[in-house]
């Protein structure tokens, strides 16, 4: 498993007039798998996703990152366990902007003391590749399109093969081929590279790439749907929105 929330509640607001972001979610990210999660405006879906990272605290229910709890283990032990594990995806987690695209891309190895393996740097050159930044790399993020930063933040959240990413409308600022190929990646990283994914997107077009797709209603997840192609993704959320009208 590379994601386990069980029971999962996220309030904020004040105790009279409470807004329940995740109401009571149980759900399992597993390794392997591509998962794309839908739903509405305000449905919680970037709650789930900063809960399960540990950047967000539940209210009540655990939640575990491969073996390990993150619920009530603290900042340090937290920041820790979602460097070695985590590749995040985020329109929030920016490139560094002192560093090249390179460096950008090779920090996760630095701040965990290790070069990269022969084969991760293989990787890194098959990802820099596909993606089309290979004349970028010697660029400050500044001097990047929003397009290309997006694609430098992808390739550092896939170069150390981390147990699981998790992306947020990763295909939001690029164009359709360069969407395409960054699907296409993620992709590979769940089937050949095993790792888990979860992946929130409007799109019906992104979400078929995925093996499954849940969908959040109002904190909820209301429903777990495989092997739909996007007229029937885009039909689902339809009905979804004229259900909750
Ligand atoms: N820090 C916060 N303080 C108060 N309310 C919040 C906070 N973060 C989220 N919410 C509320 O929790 C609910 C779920 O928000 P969330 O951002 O998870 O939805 P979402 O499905 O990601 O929406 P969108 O598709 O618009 O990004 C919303 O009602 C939102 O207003």
Same mark, same amino acid.
Request: glycine share 14%; proline share 11%; hydrophobic share 40%.
């Given at each position: 498993m590379a994601v386990a929330m069980r029971n999962v509640s996220r309030t904020y607001g004040d105790p009279a007039n409470p807004i329940h +972001? $995740? !109401?009571?979610v149980s759900v399992d990210i597993r390794r392997r798998e591509f998962t794309a999660i839908m739903g509405p405006s305000g449905s919680g879906k970037s709650t789930m996703m900063n809960v399960m990272a540990g950047l967000d605290e539940a209210t009540s229910g655990q939640i575990w990152l491969g073996r390990n709890p /993150?619920? &009530? /283990? &603290?900042d340090t032990a937290r920041t820790i366990l979602r460097r070695t594990n985590i590749g995040f995806i985020f329109q929030?987690?920016? $490139?560094?902007? %002192? $560093?090249t695209a390179d460096e950008n891309i090779r920090l996760p190895f630095v701040l965990a003391g290790r070069r990269p393996t022969a084969e991760e740097d293989a990787w890194i050159a098959h990802l820099v590749t596909s993606l089309g930044i290979r004349e970028r790399l010697g660029h400050l993020p500044s001097e990047l399109s929003g397009g290309q930063q997006q694609r430098v933040a992808i390739v550092r959240a896939l170069a &150390? !093969?981390? %147990?699981i990413i998790l992306a947020d409308?990763? %295909?939001? +600022? $690029?164009d359709t081929r360069t969407s395409r190929e960054v699907l296409t990646l993620l992709t590979t990283a769940a089937r050949e590279y095993g790792q888990g994914i979860a992946m929130v997107t409007h799109d019906p077009v992104a979400a078929s790439y995925a093996d499954r797709i849940l969908v959040l209603a109002d904190g909820r997840i209301v429903g777990e749907y495989r092997g739909l192609d996007p007229r029937q993704i885009a039909d689902l959320l339809i009905n979804l929105q004229g259900a909750a009208a």
């Open positions: +972001a $995740l !109401r009571d /993150i619920v &009530g /283990i &603290g929030s987690f920016n $490139l560094v902007p %002192t $560093l &150390g !093969r981390p %147990t409308e990763p %295909t939001g +600022a $690029l």
